[in-house]
Structures are given as structure tokens and as C-alpha cells.
């Protein structure tokens, strides 16, 4: 399954920019986590979690790691 990560916006909206990155599975806006975001904000591949300078969601974290195998390849 593909997941992407979806901005939330503060309560400024899109001009306020993102307050927080969820993680949604393809292209839904859901998030993991259950909350609806906006469908044409920003997204970020998958691997960009946690490299972000706003933070991203715990619950939507601890999902994520629940359906993506771990490589360890893939983290030197």
C-alpha cells in the first residue's frame, strides 16, 4: 500500500501554512489518524517523515510503522 504524507493547516489556513503532517494511505484525504484535511493540501513522500521542521502526527506515526516493513537497508 502507498502512503504520502498531507499537510494540516493552523487556524489561518492554507496562509497560515502547515501546522502539523499526518500520513494518508494513496491519495485520501483522511488521515491515518481519522482527521479529514483539506484534499488540495501539500503533500510529501512517505520517507520525508519526521524530516520536517513542523511535526507530524503521533497516531498517524505509530500507524504508519504498523503497515510498512522495516528495512534496515534503507536506514544507514
Known sequence: MMHQMRAEYGADGEAGGVRLWHMVR?????AMCGRELDPGA?????????????LC???????????QPYLAAEHS
Open 26 to 30: 494513496g491519495g485520501q484525504s483522511e
Open 57 to 67: 502526527c503521533h497516531t498517524c506515526g505509530a500507524y504508519f510503522l504498523r503497515e
Open 42 to 54: 501539500p503533500v510529501r513522500e512517505a520517507v520525508d517523515w519526521g524530516k520536517t521542521p513542523e
